[in-house]
């Protein structure tokens, strides 16, 4: 059979040549609409049908255009505002430069418009009520949220598939409207688009499909505003289908004479609200769609541009629904029709339009399945289709059944098995799709190779959770890191209690700054699971769920960020947002390059060095080894480095550029002191560094005069009991003991050959917190210390480790209680820190505690020595503050950079008033 005679046995005759085919169209031109209650019941239950159709895939299939549709509704209710300010994190989705949002004066709004989230909002009212009740936590929030986009894309889709089978069975004497009705409900993208999420398509759809139903109807005052209100709407919600909007309106305008100021009241006002907020929030007339978009790309050929979007097995029409293939058939029928003729022309001229439109774009229309941006045309087609299908033949109808059922088939397809895998190479290619082969192969039709893969996980109620335990820089945890430093996150992450099969990590700025460079951000995705037995026990998880990743740093502007994780459940699944962490990245280093880096660059270094150093609970960690040797060390917090540290700096003559860390040290330490007064070395118990970064350990003397002499008040109630747990330990000699505990209620202490020794240092640091509040009591352990201060037994954490006691010595003479170090105290028998232990004498040569004032040279050279290759001796051989009992097991000796970094500025200061007067540091 040709060709030519498959078309005559096919076509849509609006007078079939026979007789009877003559009497049958006749007949049904002639015969009344259907009316009733009836038609209504069907309509209901066909949208019922397609609403528990659309939902039985259980998951949302969404892109980011969808996603400020997804959120705004919140903002609404909560804020009672259209800016995105408030959710601007969920709405981001983890995407550090995320196209949907854009800037505005300093707020972040939707870059599409917002009549789909404002239209949707009272649907979210029940999810906002449960959020009121249970709490706006981001969890609670991010599942309300998806729910909430799925139940109101299928809603919208569901009410369109209703109208559209009122508008047939009412409106368009069509012979077959139920088929058709299901046809449009599940033959074309109503389902995969329209019902799967928030895309303007669906209500665009639905709108027109109302406003059809309305124009083909009678005419009255209230319809004619509510028509106005609908075509108004249409374009609002999708500006493209201003076109459609446009060819409907001029129909109205014929229909509702004597009306018309009604029509036209009803499109003025959404359109006038539209542009209220177009000009007082995006400041342009069109919307936020200005401020990204580059029109230059409406350059592609418009006729392979449409036999793509009609034809190619990616995108195509005809492809993803060939029944649509029989409507050039029906517009002779429709044209023929007095009644439909000119509405008929009027779309057709509006379909061809939009299509020319669309076809000098990258008709690819992104990430989404088949030909997503000719959605809105469905319904017209369908009319069309409608209005001539009196005329088909049985060859015709079987075509149509056989067709239809294809396109059934292919919206199967996606609602089961679409992941966007056939996506990845469909849009691999940036450019001209026109000059792309892949989109032509039929092996790439999304309708093929999305079935190489099962079938796609229901992750619509989907829970999500994990947590970011560290972020390392250099080894240790850290809150702030220098750009260029790489930084080892760990964390855990679940997927309904259950391991993930890969979690994605991203680090992006907080806020979202249009003139920040563009991505892409460092991100690091791994498979690599371990267990974690605190997540499986606390959690009650199944399987390994730890992670980590390494990202650089390397390029990033100064600033906040954060670390996004996100989980994916299974193969083809969403890379759903699990958890997050604020880090900020200060300045890079200056780089050496050809000369050595001045004085006041070293300078500024360790300042920021120091800054990004400590964290933000205000602490400097510690570094430990097994060995005198800085070999793989492992870091921990304890209250005496961050106090340590804390005394070197405060003699700065510039405390302004070191004031922040200063208080936040001082703060930390007196967070530390307990209900009882008394102070642990590795913090609270309570505390949310431990047990990453110590454990619970048994109060001690050391500690507790540290934390009460900085961060302590003399009227807190506290302190009484604190000295009175210091005196219990005091001996008949006058020291005092290390642990505020008897024997037996040790925790975490390995004691040495005294279980409970007094060591030279700690009474140092005892005697400066009793100089603040008692001198009796300060000038009985001044004599006891001066005359012990000899003997081996008091040298127990400081044998090997004299940095400390030295800087103490200079300490002490400061506030009147001098107290000379035996000389054997005075060195070290690690030969690496003998160039710590020169600084420190330096540093008591400066305070004139002992000896004559170094020279400017000495102090020069120093400087020079520690500054070396960027403080390369601070990083590889830090200072040894002090060791465990080297009578107990195992040994410990612990460094601190930081202390290091103190010093050598310590120094610097010190030059500088040499140099005040002659000049500035070179």
């Known amino acids: 059979m040709k060709l030519t005679q498959f078309l005559r046995m096919t076509r ?14 006749e007949e049904t031109l002639s015969r009344p609409p259907h009316g009733g209650r009836g038609q209504w019941l069907t309509a209901l239950a066909l949208g019922l049908a397609a609403f528990l159709v659309y939902n039985s895939n259980l998951r949302l299939i969404s892109s980011g255009d969808n996603y400020p549709a997804r959120y705004l509704p919140f903002a609404i209710w909560r804020d009672g505002t259209l800016y995105l300010d408030s959710i601007a ?62 139940l109101a894309a299928s809603l919208i889709a569901s009410a369109s598939v209703g109208f559209m089978y009122l508008l047939l069975a009412r409106r368009t004497r069509c012979p077959w409207p139920l088929w058709l009705t299901a046809a449009y409900a599940f033959g074309t993208n109503t389902w995969m688009i329209s019902s799967q999420a928030l895309w303007q398509h669906g209500l665009a759809e639905m709108l027109l499909v109302v406003a059809l139903y309305v124009v083909l109807g009678p005419c009255s ?55 209220a907020y177009n000009l007082a929030v995006t400041h342009h007339l069109p919307g936020a769609y200005p401020i990204k978009a580059n029109m230059s790309f409406l350059r592609l050929d418009p006729v392979r541009g449409g036999l793509g979007l009609l034809f190619s097995p990616a995108r195509g029409l005809l492809v993803f629904s060939p029944f649509l293939a029989l409507v050039p058939f029906a517009l002779g029928a429709a044209l023929r029709d007095p009644r439909t003729r000119g509405l008929a022309a009027l779309i057709l001229v509006s379909v061809v339009l939009q299509g020319y439109l669309y076809a000098k774009l990258d008709w690819r229309a992104g990430c989404s399945w088949g030909p997503r941006w000719l959605t809105d045309m469905v319904p017209l087609l369908v009319w069309l289709l409608a209005a001539g299908l009196h005329g088909l033949n049985r060859i015709g109808r079987i075509v149509l059944v056989l067709t239809t059922g294809v396109a059934v088939a292919v919206q199967v397809i996606g609602a089961f098995w679409y992941t966007g895998a056939s996506d990845a190479v469909l849009m691999r290619e940036a450019g001209d799709p026109n000059r792309l082969s892949v989109v032509w192969e039929f092996h790439n039709a999304p309708f093929v190779a999305e079935l190489r893969h099962g079938v796609a996980p229901r992750e619509l109620a989907l829970e999500v959770e994990g947590y970011v335990d560290r972020i390392k820089a250099d080894g240790q945890d850290a809150d702030l890191v220098i750009a260029g430093t790489d930084l080892t996150i760990q964390g855990w992450a679940l997927t309904d209690h259950h391991s993930p099969h890969a979690v994605r990590v991203h680090l992006v700025p907080t806020r979202f700054d249009p003139y920040r460079r563009p991505g892409p951000y460092p991100a690091a995705e791994t498979t690599a699971l371990g267990d974690r037995p605190d997540v499986a026990k606390s959690r009650g998880s199944r399987g390994p769920t730890g992670w980590e990743v390494v990202l650089p740093t390397s390029g990033l502007e100064p600033g906040a960020y954060r670390v996004e994780v996100k989980a994916q459940c299974s193969p083809g699944g969403e890379f759903r947002s699990a958890a997050h962490r604020p880090v900020t990245v200060l300045p890079a280093e200056p780089t050496a390059g ?110 507790t005069a540290l934390a009460w002499r900085i961060g302590g008040g003399p009227r807190d109630a506290r302190l009484g009991a604190a000295r009175n747990a210091l005196r219990d330990y005091r001996t008949a000699e006058g020291l005092y003991r290390t642990w505020l505990a008897p024997r037996e209620k040790y925790i975490s202490v390995e004691p040495g050959r005294d279980p409970n020794p007094t060591d030279a240092t700690i009474q140092m640091n005892v005697l400066m917190f009793l100089a603040q509040l008692d001198t009796v009591e300060a000038g009985s352990l001044h004599k006891a210390l001066q005359s012990t201060i000899a ?47 020169s600084t420190c004498n330096l540093l008591a040569r400066c305070q004139g505690a002992s000896g004559t004032r170094p020279t400017r040279a000495e102090l020069r050279a120093a400087l020079e020595l520690l500054g070396r290759n960027s403080f390369e001796p601070v990083r590889s051989n830090p200072p040894l503050i002090y060791h465990n009992d080297l009578t107990a097991r195992p040994s410990r000796y612990y460094w601190s950079p930081d202390l290091g970094y103190a010093l050598w500025l310590r120094v610097y200061q010190e030059l500088a008033n040499d140099l005040e007067r002659t000049g500035p540091v070179p």
């Open 12 to 25: 849509f005759r609006g007078r079939p040549p026979a007789a009877a085919g003559a009497q049958r169209a």
């Open 791 to 837: 003997e081996d037994r008091l040298w127990v954490y400081y044998e090997r480790a004299p940095i400390v006691p030295l800087l103490r010595e200079g300490d002490l003479a400061a506030i009147g209680y001098p107290v000379v170090l035996p000389a054997a105290r005075r060195q070290t028998t690690v030969a690496t820190q003998e160039v710590w232990v």
């Open 89 to 150: 994190a969920l709405t981001a989705q983890g995407e550090a430069d995320p196209y949907w949002i854009v800037q505005v004066g300093g707020h972040a709004i939707s870059y599409y418009p917002v009549t789909v989230p404002v239209v949707v909002s009272p649907l979210y009212l029940p999810a906002a009520l449960y959020l009121d009740r249970y709490g706006w936590t981001a969890d609670r929030v991010e599942t309300a949220a998806r729910v909430m986009e799925k």
């Open 221 to 275: 005052a209230a319809r004619s505003f509510g028509l106005g209100l609908v075509l108004a709407l249409v374009g609002a919600a999708r500006p493209p289908d201003a076109i459609f909007s446009a060819a409907l309106g001029l129909h109205a305008l014929h229909w509702s004479r004597g009306h018309r100021p009604f029509l036209c009241l009803g499109a003025a006002l959404p359109l006038s609200l539209l542009l």
């Open 594 to 703: 050809a000369t050595a880096i001045g004085l006041e660059d070293l300078a500024r270094v360790a300042r920021t060095r120091l800054r990004a150093r400590q964290s933000a609970a205000g602490f400097w960690q510690t570094a430990y080894t097994g060995a005198t040797t800085f070999d793989h060390p492992q870091f921990e917090m304890n209250v005496f480095t961050t106090a340590l540290v804390h005394d070197v700096l405060v003699p700065l003559a510039r405390p302004g550029e070191l004031e922040k860390c200063l208080l936040q040290a001082r703060l930390h330490l007196r967070d530390q002191i307990e209900a009882n007064g008394l102070v642990r070395y590795h913090g609270r118990p309570d505390a949310p560094s431990l047990p990453l970064l110590g454990c619970v350990i048994t109060p001690d003397a050391d500690d």
